[in-house]
């Protein structure tokens, strides 16, 4: 039976009850408070803190997020942690007064709509029990259902819609070879009508709504899914006034989708918008050749005063970081997502401490 002990933030001060059989980071979020996280399973390192007081059972963080020494050290995940005592915790807060904190939630949803859309990719349309608030960028952690007994295990995924539809979801989802979610459920036996279990929402990969500096925004795979939902609400709900230039890159056009949807966008806000396809390794008519990363550097010559907006694969986000930052974008302009998979707790993924998750 569990336990509930009481965490405390520091600097700010607020104590939030967490039990023993949840993490710490599920216990702050439900309650409004903030601090940084990514990925929610341990691999990225982004909502690392330091136990002040108190003990914490570390659960399933990864080696490579929180090596031996800073366990000894008193550092911690919170997204992985559980308290085992009452708990203090100092945490680097860095809140942004201009986006909206939404409390975690759990929600029951409903399978309204399946479709292929590219290569080993699906989209899966969910209809919620009830609202939704959340920021355009954000996404949920869906539970993938198992035998009676076994620890629940759940995954993660963006929102591709804008924060405006707030009860229907979709989720684009890359099939993992191996997966206990994709391979071994959602796309083998995942069907419309079925009810899912999900809560959020999480992450602070966000659109910084109102403003106008020009972005730029490079996606790869499924890193499409939360910056879709980023141009939709920019350009369908004028939340965003800079124009946007999407890259979006794959190795053929059977791997990128939705490419009719964003083309039609371009032609019907072409002040606003400006969709470049890339493929890395075939030549067809109305696409760019070559990685994501090249056309960008061959566009411009200077970013100076962009902002950046990257998601996908660890080792794409990190080539197209250096593409940005030398073309003379700063690390405080560049907001990233990298879209981990369990593989990467034995690997380690590759990650960049200079940019705000």
Known sequence: MSETYTVTVEPLGRDVECRSDQTILDALL??????????????????????????VDHGESSGFALMDFERD???????????????????????????EVHPVQDYTGTVVEMAEIATDTRRVTIELDRDLSFNAGQY?????????????????????????ERRRL??????????????GWIF???????????????????????????????????????????????????SYAGHITLYAGGRSKEWLYDVDYFRSLEAEYPEQFTYRPCLSETAEEGYAEGLVTDVLEADHESLKGHQGYLCGPPAMVE???????????FPRDIF?????????????????????R
């Open 319 to 329: 080539a197209a970081l250096k593409s940005l930052m030398s073309r003379r974008l």
């Open 140 to 164: 949920m952690r869906i539970m993938v259902p198992g035998a009676a007994g076994e620890p629940r295990v759940d995954r993660t995924y963006s929102m591709a819609n804008p924060p405006t």
């Open 188 to 238: 083998k036996d995942l069907a419309v009508g079925d009810q899912v279990a999900l809560s959020g929402p999480y992450g602070r990969f966000v659109l910084k709504v109102g403003g106008d500096a020009p972005a730029v925004m490079v996606a790869g795979g499924t890193g499409l899914a939360p910056i879709a939902a980023m141009i939709k609400h920019a350009l369908l709900n004028d």
């Open 73 to 99: 050290e008193g550092k911690t995940l919170v997204c992985c942690a559980f308290p085992q005592s009452d708990v203090t915790i100092e945490a680097d807060v860095d809140v942004d007064e201009d986006i």
């Open 30 to 55: 439900r309650n409004g408070v903030w601090v940084p996280h990514s990925c929610t399973h341990g691999t990225c390192a982004t909502c690392k803190v330091e136990v002040v007081d108190g003990e």
């Open 170 to 183: 979709e989720f684009q989802i890359r099939r993992v070879e191996g997966g206990k979610a994709t391979d």
């Open 336 to 356: 990233r997502e990298d879209f981990f998979n369990e593989a990467d707790k034995a690997t380690g993924g590759v990650k960049s401490p200079l940019i705000k």
